[in-house]
């Protein structure tokens, strides 16, 4: 059951590398990291983020979440 999942979200990191590869091209990543990398972070986030707001029963940390993502990581014109 555990390495079904892992396989999953090892697939969805492979997906979302190559969606950052090519929206980023010409930019450098946070911290000198590589687009794989990205994606792992990305998706641990995001992960973290749900499970908060399951236990919270609120939206506030996938909000929270959405917001940097689109306002600090992935904002036009900033080095990723």
């Known amino acids: 059951y555990r390495k079904k999942i892992d396989l999953c979200f090892r697939t969805i990191e492979e997906k979302l590398s190559k ?7 010409g ?11 990205m994606a792992i972070f ?8 749900v499970l908060r707001s399951k236990i919270t029963r609120t ?3 996938i909000l929270f979440f959405k917001k940097n993502l689109f306002n600090n990581l992935l904002k036009k014109g900033v080095n990723l």
Do not use: C, H, T, Y
């Not at 969606?19 to 091209?25: D, H, K, N, Q």
């Not at 930019?27 to 990398?37: D, P, R, T, V, Y």
């Not at 990305?42 to 983020?49: M, T």
């Open 42 to 49: 990305i998706l641990s986030s995001w992960e973290g983020a």
């Open 19 to 25: 969606v950052l590869e090519s929206f980023a091209i």
């Open 27 to 37: 930019a450098k990543f946070i911290n000198g990291m590589n687009s794989e990398q």
């Open 59 to 61: 939206m506030d940390p």
